[in-house]
Nanobody, 125 residues
Framework: QVQLVESGGGLVQSGGSLRLSCTTS????????MGWFRQVPGKRLEWLSF????????NYWDFVKGRFIISRDNAKGTLYLQMNNLKSEDTAMYYC??????????????????RGQGTQVTVSS
């Protein structure tokens, strides 16, 4: 079955960096678009970024554009999120997401087909 396992979260000081990884299994990774979301308890899920199946096309939420970089290694079946210049507002649980689509589109900001269990990122000010 589809499995998405995030890692790389932790505690970091404001201005620092973290690299999240999402290892996958149970599907052909190179076929589908992938994305990242985050959520603070009690608040709505926030879309951060997505990437098409080949990795050539990406899109970002304005709040993280220029600070976060999404990438993928199709040979390893792994999705990444490089997060730089982290702010206290970035504190959240981060989730990788699988879209059953090869291309990316505006609508992918509002949902996903599968999601991992998440990795916690805490940014201290």
């Amino acid at each position: 079955q589809v499995q998405l396992v995030e890692s790389g979260g932790g505690l970091v000081q404001s201005g620092g960096s973290l690299r999240l990884s999402c290892t996958t299994s149970g599907f052909t990774f190179s076929t589908y678009a992938m994305g990242w979301f985050r959520q603070v308890p009690g608040k709505r899920l926030e879309w951060l970024s997505f990437i098409n199946n080949g990795g050539e096309s990406t899109n970002y939420w304005d709040f993280v554009k220029g600070r976060f970089i999404i990438s993928r290694d199709n040979a390893k079946g792994t999705l990444y999120l490089q997060m730089n210049n982290l702010k206290s507002e970035d504190t959240a649980m981060y989730y990788c997401a699988l879209y059953l689509s090869s291309t990316i589109s505006y609508e992918l900001r509002y949902g996903y087909d599968y999601r991992g269990q998440g990795t916690q990122v805490t940014v201290s000010s």
